[in-house]
T-cell receptor, first 113, second 112 residues
Framework: KQEVTQIPAALSVPEGENLVLNCSFTDSAIYNLQWFRQDPGKGLTSLLLIQSSQREQTSGRLNASLDKSSGRSTLYIAASQPGDSATYLCAVVDGGSQGNLIFGKGTKLSVKP | DAGVTQSPTHLIKTRGQQVTLRCSPKSGHDTVSWYQQALGQGPQFIFQYYEEEERQRGNFPDRFSGHQFPNYSSELNVNALLLGDSALYLC???????????FGPGTRLTVT
């Protein structure tokens, strides 16, 4: 059974710092991996989607990498800003799930001015 | 493009009652999935609809049921509500099951 783990559960950094959020999954047979942002009490905003054949995706100050063989993905945020404060969720679609997302519990990020 | 929309935003129900939540997918999307997110947890998959049929289902009891209409919009019904059903219910749509999923703002259900 696929399990997704995100470490750390919470992170507090000063504004301007570069940071890395980690995601690991137990079964490397994934179809794709998605990173989401969630503001308190709100829905999920898709940040980046990485297909299983890709190594990384970039969008603005965000860069996500995927190492399928080791079951890991990282989300790199450059020059963090207070507006980046939110919970970041990682989710995978594996071959056995038939398309549904399997989520980690998220990393709660706080960027201090 | 309005994106994925959900209604209502908030709902308060009493144990034992029934509730219906609604979702309209993003334009051009034919697949709708429902997720339940308890406080402090990641979303858990409930079920997925495609061509008005339930294509797959997560580990949720039969009290949870759904429907998809010809215009691809969807409903989630929960019968005999329990306190533990209190959660944020999220709807996601995609072009097909394997493509990027886009989420709505969610419906916050409180069961008292």
């Amino acid at each position: 059974k696929q399990e997704v783990t995100q470490i750390p559960a919470a992170l507090s950094v000063p504004e301007g710092e570069n940071l890395v959020l980690n995601c690991s999954f137990t079964d490397s047979a994934i179809y794709n991996l998605q990173w989401f942002r969630q503001d308190p009490g709100k829905g999920l905003t898709s940040l980046l989607l990485i297909q299983s054949s890709q190594r990384e995706q970039t969008s603005g100050r965000l860069n996500a990498s995927l190492d399928k063989s080791s079951g890991r993905s990282t989300l790199y945020i450059a020059a963090s800003q207070p507006g980046d404060s939110a919970t970041y969720l990682c989710a995978v679609v594996d071959g056995g799930s038939q398309g549904n997302l399997i989520f980690g519990k998220g990393t709660k990020l706080s960027v201090k001015p | 493009d309005a994106g994925v929309t959900q209604s209502p935003t908030h709902l308060i129900k009493t144990r034992g009652q029934q509730v219906t939540l609604r979702c309209s997918p993003k334009s051009g999307h034919d697949t709708v999935s429902w997720y339940q997110q308890a406080l402090g947890q990641g979303p858990q998959f409930i079920f997925q609809y495609y061509e008005e049929e339930e294509r797959q289902r997560g580990n949720f009891p039969d009290r949870f049921s759904g429907h998809q209409f010809p215009n691809y919009s969807s409903e989630l019904n929960v019968n005999a509500l329990l306190l533990g059903d209190s959660a944020l219910y999220l709807c996601a749509s995609s072009r097909d099951r394997w493509n990027e999923q886009y989420f709505g703002p969610g419906t916050r259900l409180t069961v008292t």
